[in-house]
């Protein structure tokens, strides 16, 4: 068989994927090897200088065969010429598709459609929804550890792509966020994306307080907001005492 040459599609992860999780999804462009996807992610988060772990998992493409009323998800080429029956050669998650599905919020149909969708991203979509339930050992046991240096190169032209004006706006906030909390006294975590990509908190290595930026804020919300930015650091005190239940 010809040697694979992968080729970067898309970025399921964070916009900032080296700091807060990236999931890149790359295709084979001689066809042979169809698509395959790296899951990256700081081994410590509470760390700046942390190596990253890589998870690389293949995407097979499924089938769905019907056999009254059960249905079976089994590798795309399977034929009913197959020697076993075909239950044989079902996936291993198929009887936890249910728990998964109602785990990310879709329907099971649709899961398993996406399982065998044509289009690789879809079914990138998929497996990330099957190993975020189960467990990522299950696509690969054997993760890569790479220096933040070495990440840089491996995904350099997937880091290249253009910043939206959200991303932008989100930096902005970030870094005035920082100081603000900064000048109270607290020394803030990583900010954490919300879904939106809109969105990001974090909080006090401290304290408790939080503080939240807004790229796009409704008329009832402000930019930057959060007792971080309002109230001066207590340190660690305040922790001790909510995690006691005293607050
Ligand atoms: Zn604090």
């Keep these: 068989m010809s040697q694979p040459r992968w080729r970067f599609v898309v970025n399921?992860?964070?916009?900032?994927?080296l700091e807060y999780g990236g999931y890149f999804v790359y295709r084979d462009m001689t066809g042979v090897y169809g698509y395959e996807a790296e899951l990256v992610e700081l081994l410590n988060e509470n760390d700046e200088?942390?190596?990253?772990?890589?998870?690389?998992?293949?995407?097979d493409r499924l089938k769905e065969v019907r056999d009254g009323d059960a249905?079976?998800?089994?590798?795309?080429?399977?034929?009913?010429?197959?020697?076993?029956?075909?239950?044989?050669y079902e996936e291993w998650f198929t009887d936890k598709l249910a728990s998964i599905a109602s785990?990310?919020?879709?329907t099971v149909e649709d899961l398993r459609a996406s399982l065998c969708s044509e289009d690789g991203v879809q079914r990138a979509e998929a497996y990330r929804n099957v190993y975020d339930?189960?467990?990522?050992?299950?696509?690969?046991?054997y993760p890569m550890t790479l220096t933040m240096a070495e990440a840089k190169r491996r995904y350099r032209s997937a880091l290249q792509r253009p910043r939206t004006v959200n991303d932008r706006k989100l930096d902005k906030l970030k870094k005035e966020a920082r100081s603000a909390a900064g000048y109270r006294g607290?020394?803030?975590?990583?900010?954490?994306?919300?879904?939106?990509?809109?969105?990001?908190?974090?909080?006090?290595?401290?304290c408790a307080c939080y503080v939240q930026v807004n790229a796009a804020p409704l008329p009832n919300e402000t930019a930057i907001g959060g007792d971080a930015v309002a109230i001066g650091c207590i340190g660690s005190k305040k922790k001790e005492e909510v995690a006691n239940?005293?607050?």
């Design 12 to 17: 399921l992860g964070d916009a900032h994927p």
């Design 49 to 59: 200088r942390s190596k990253l772990r890589v998870i690389r998992v293949c995407l």
């Design 71 to 88: 249905v079976h998800l089994v590798p795309f080429t399977y034929e009913a010429t197959w020697p076993h029956p075909v239950h044989r």
């Design 103 to 106: 785990y990310v919020g879709r």
């Design 133 to 141: 339930h189960e467990g990522w050992a299950n696509g690969n046991e």
């Design 186 to 206: 607290h020394t803030l975590k990583r900010f954490v994306t919300h879904y939106s990509k809109t969105r990001a908190i974090t909080e006090c290595r401290e």
């Design 245 to 247: 239940g005293k607050m």
